[in-house]
């Protein structure tokens, strides 16, 4: 086992997180405004419902994933893609808490929740009366809106360790998916001056 190779998996993937982190946070940011003030019709607020949340931050988790086994040479074992990927999203998850859930949701937009159920709301109403909807239909969906955004209660501190726990355990299988798909089959020593290419 190359100790250097394990090490500097670990510190890429401290580096790799914390920029994977700086691209969610603003990711996060823009979808706030991309909803408040872009999103003009349905198109624009359904497919950005889809791209800001799921598919850009899939791409980035990718990107990021594929980054760090170059930085490994190229080859690394499913346990040390395990451990880089794990590292990598656990960083990005703190630097994604600090950055959005307490100084943007807290300090910049503390009524962001509000803001964006209050927007979407709006929006989908002027969208629905444009293609002529009964307003029992407009009532219905205002509601189902209200419904997915649900209500802004305190947490507990109990809810809050849980919820991080959680976090913690759905991005350790993440980690594993990720590293199972992009794993080298095969390990070979980078130290080794004979080795070939594996996986």
């Given at each position: 086992?190359?100790?250097?190779?394990?090490?500097k998996i670990?510190l890429?993937?401290?580096?790799?997180?914390?920029?994977?982190?700086?691209?969610?946070?603003?990711i996060?940011?823009?979808?706030?405004?991309y909803?408040?003030?872009?999103?003009?019709?349905a198109?624009?607020?359904?497919s950005?419902r889809v791209?800001?949340p799921l598919?850009?931050p899939?791409?980035g988790?990718i990107?990021f994933?594929?980054k760090?086994?170059?930085?490994?040479?190229?080859?690394w074992?499913?346990k040390q893609?395990?451990?880089?990927?794990?590292?990598?999203?656990c960083v990005?998850?703190?630097v994604?808490?600090?950055?959005v859930?307490?100084?943007f949701n807290?300090?910049?937009?503390?009524?962001n929740?509000?803001?964006?159920e209050?927007?979407?709301?709006?929006?989908?109403?002027?969208i629905m009366k444009?293609?002529?909807?009964?307003q029992?239909?407009?009532?219905?969906?205002?509601?189902?809106t209200?419904k997915?955004?649900?209500e802004?209660k305190?947490?507990?501190?109990f809810?809050i360790?849980f919820?991080?726990?959680m976090a913690i355990?759905?991005?350790?299988v993440f980690?594993?998916?990720?590293a199972s798909?992009?794993?080298n089959?095969e390990?070979?020593?980078?130290?080794d001056?004979?080795?070939t290419?594996a996986?």
């Amino acid at each position: 086992m190359d100790i250097n190779l394990e090490r500097k998996i670990k510190l890429n993937g401290v580096k790799n997180g914390l920029l994977l982190g700086i691209v969610y946070s603003a990711i996060e940011i823009f979808y706030f405004y991309y909803i408040t003030k872009i999103a003009g019709s349905a198109l624009l607020l359904i497919s950005g419902r889809v791209i800001f949340p799921l598919v850009l931050p899939i791409l980035g988790v990718i990107y990021f994933c594929l980054k760090s086994r170059k930085q490994a040479g190229g080859f690394w074992t499913f346990k040390q893609a395990t451990t880089g990927i794990f590292i990598m999203l656990c960083v990005a998850y703190v630097v994604y808490t600090l950055g959005v859930s307490l100084l943007f949701n807290k300090v910049i937009e503390p009524n962001n929740i509000q803001k964006t159920e209050a927007a979407v709301i709006e929006k989908k109403i002027a969208i629905m009366k444009q293609g002529g909807a009964a307003q029992k239909d407009i009532d219905a969906a205002i509601a189902d809106t209200k419904k997915d955004f649900g209500e802004d209660k305190p947490a507990s501190l109990f809810y809050i360790i849980f919820e991080n726990a959680m976090a913690i355990l759905f991005l350790f299988v993440f980690a594993i998916l990720f590293a199972s798909m992009i794993r080298n089959a095969e390990y070979v020593s980078v130290t080794d001056p004979n080795h070939t290419r594996a996986g």
